[in-house]
Nanobody
Framework: QVQLVESGGGLVQAGGSLGLSCAASGLTFSSSRMGWFRQAPGKEREFVAGITRGVVNTYYADSVKGRFTISRDNAKNTAYLQMNSLKPGDTAVYYC?????????????????WGQGTQVTVSS
């Protein structure tokens, strides 16, 4: 059974940094496309970042470009989201997601497997 477990969330002041990890099991990780999404209170879940399998390409929401970095370590079956220069608007539950094929990297409907999420809170 596929499991994705996020970790690294917490409380940080504006301008600070957090690194999120997504540990995958039951999944051919090297063959997967990974994504990070987030959902803030009162808002729809939105795309944050994605990373492809094989020859790696990365994709970012405009709101996080230049501040967040997605990466993966296939040997550790882990995806990462390094978040720098955090803003209060980044406060959300962050979800890791995975899929093998199909759909757009930007769309949550493209992803088959999801973690439970980890809370990130950025204070002013």
């Amino acid at each position: 059974q596929v499991q994705l477990v996020e970790s690294g969330g917490g409380l940080v002041q504006a301008g600070g940094s957090l690194g999120l990890s997504c540990a995958a099991s039951g999944l051919t990780f090297s063959s997967s496309r990974m994504g990070w999404f987030r959902q803030a209170p009162g808002k729809e879940r939105e795309f944050v970042a994605g990373i492809t399998r094989g020859v790696v390409n990365t994709y970012y929401a405009d709101s996080v470009k230049g501040r967040f970095t997605i990466s993966r370590d296939n040997a550790k079956n882990t995806a990462y989201l390094q978040m720098n220069s955090l803003k209060p608007g980044d406060t959300a539950v962050y979800y890791c997601a995975a899929v093998y094929t199909g759909g757009s990297v930007y769309e949550q409907s493209s992803y088959k497997y999801w973690g439970q999420g980890t809370q990130v809170t950025v204070s002013s």
